[in-house]
């Protein structure tokens, strides 16, 4: 009986929700409200973004949006299907991290917060990589 309820404590999902079914949700529901939240908007009215995006280095408005564009709609997609994500999410990171020590750097926690959590999140991923369910496990998995 002891047993059965450690093993309860340490497995407490369902048999289907395995540890590459986790990181399949994880990385697309991440990976979507990234792209909805930050990557569409960038998009959808690019001319006024190259006129407001912050611009900490002073690259200018057209290379920072480029920038954003990577980090924020092509990485995220990658990291959805899988596909060299663990150099997918180096852009990703790239614009996340800067947002919360440049961009933000002066702001309350409560504005850092956004990039500091999309940056724990994607370096999670990094090191874990993106699981079984996966083009990357598909096409490099070196067990074959």
């Known amino acids: 009986m002891k047993n059965i309820l450690l093993y309860k404590l ?5 048999q289907f929700l395995d540890r590459d079914v986790t990181l399949l949700l994880f990385r697309v529901l991440l990976s979507l409200s990234m ?14 973004e190259i006129q407001h995006i912050p611009d900490p280095f002073g690259f200018g ?3 920072n949006v480029g920038v954003a564009i990577v980090g924020n709609i092509i990485g995220p997609i990658l990291v959805i299907l899988g596909f060299y994500t663990r150099l997918a999410i180096i852009p990703i ?13 002066g702001d309350p926690w409560s504005v850092k ?6 940056s724990l999140s994607y370096l999670f991923l ?3 990589g993106a699981g079984k369910y996966s083009l ?5 998995n070196k067990k074959k």
């Open 113 to 118: 917060d956004i990039p500091l959590m999309y």
């Open 136 to 140: 990357d496990y598909k096409y490099f």
């Open 93 to 105: 990171l790239g614009v996340t991290l800067v947002g919360l020590f440049v961009v933000h750097a």
């Open 126 to 128: 990094f090191f874990t």
């Open 61 to 63: 408005g057209e290379f």
């Open 10 to 14: 340490r497995s407490p999902f369902p």
């Open 35 to 48: 792209i909805n939240t930050h990557g569409m908007k960038k998009i959808i009215d690019i001319s006024d």
